[in-house]
């Protein structure tokens, strides 16, 4: 068994590790590794409903989509992350106790009591502090979790806030619980570096074989065209999202809006506008000009630069028409 941490905060690059770890490394790991502000999504999730869009946008956040599946996840650098890629062995792929139990014997060390509580929660005084997630593929488990240790909650609120009603679809859907960061149940104050220290300690005690391991340079090669290729893709951070509908208006000078589109694979498959506006041309035109489009904001924008607006909905510009699709 190895030990890795990972000296990148970049989310892409570190999901790209877990899945290198799990799917051609063949030894049994322990991962550890804090992100800059990103959002991880679950692998059923439709990204683009979990997401604050106009925030993620006006703070460059990234959105990266994870193996596992489950809920959608804000990290930041006070968010340690931790991931078991071990041999199966006929573990339970609904049996999130063995692998957060050295967290919870760390915390239980430095007197906080803390627990596993639901199906795959860790819990302090009733707040949420850990989400875990797992995936057992070709005789290979990959558990992994989160530990909001100093994060920023305020940020993580406002990047995962939605508006439900834009969005109807079959996706796992994220529950929004309260949540908590450790620091602020520790007798006394402890650096996230330390604690780092200790999760690290208490797994090497657990698994005395366990080396640490620094990712080789064919290795490394590996895990960036991961990154490169996949976890910093359209395709599959947003494309591979189920399918799903999504409806807005607008209020514009020209008049009122609205939009109903049908979301194939990330793209726009159906659309429909309706509206109280004057229109010179057959709306269809404009629908069918928009079909295939990536739902994503440059790719839209670019479709409508190259439409003529004003003779669909009278005055009104490409930028003041995007925001009917988000």
């Known amino acids: 068994m190895i030990s890795v941490f990972s000296t990148s905060h970049e989310a892409p690059f570190n999901i790209a590790t877990e899945e290198y770890l799990l799917r051609q490394c063949p030894h049994e790991a322990f991962l550890l590794y804090i992100n800059q502000p990103s959002i991880i999504v679950g692998m059923h999730q439709n990204s683009i409903a979990e997401i604050n ?27 340690l992350n931790f991931s078991f890629i071990m041999d199966s062995k006929g573990d339970s792929p609904w049996n999130f106790q063995r692998y957060t139990a050295p967290i919870l014997e760390v915390l239980h060390d430095l007197g906080v009591h803390a627990e596993l509580r639901g ?11 850990s989400g875990n997630a797992k995936l057992v593929e070709n005789g290979r488990i990959l558990q992994h979790g989160t530990i909001l240790y100093s994060s920023r909650l305020i940020d993580l609120s406002a990047a995962l ?13 994220s529950v929004r619980a309260r949540v908590t960061n450790v620091t602020e149940h520790l007798a006394e104050p402890l650096s996230l570096e330390r604690f780092v220290e200790l999760v690290r300690s208490k797994v090497h005690s657990l698994y005395p074989e366990i080396t640490e391991h620094v990712l080789s340079v064919e290795e490394l090669k590996i895990i960036r065209d991961l990154c490169e290729n996949k976890y910093k ?38 659309i429909r506008i309706f509206g109280d506006f004057f229109s010179n041309l057959e709306l269809s035109f404009f629908e069918n000009a928009l079909k295939n489009t990536p739902h994503e904001r440059n790719a839209i924008l670019e479709k409508l630069q ?16 995007l925001e009917l699709f988000f």
Do not use: C, M
């Open 53 to 79: 869009q106009d925030y993620v946008r006006k703070h460059q956040i990234p959105v990266v989509r994870r193996l596992t599946g489950g809920g959608t996840v804000f990290h930041d650098l006070g968010n």
């Open 119 to 129: 199906r795959n929660d860790l819990v302090i005084d009733g707040l949420k502090f």
């Open 161 to 173: 806030k939605v508006n439900p009603l834009k969005f109807n679809d079959k996706a796992v859907k």
């Open 233 to 270: 893709s359209w395709d599959w951070n947003y494309g591979q999202s189920p399918k799903y509908n999504f409806s807005h208006a607008i209020r514009t000078t020209a008049g009122t809006i609205e939009a109903y589109l049908d979301i194939q694979k990330g793209r726009v498959e159906e």
């Open 306 to 321: 190259t439409l003529e607006l004003d003779q669909f909905f009278g005055k009104v510009n490409a930028e003041e028409l």
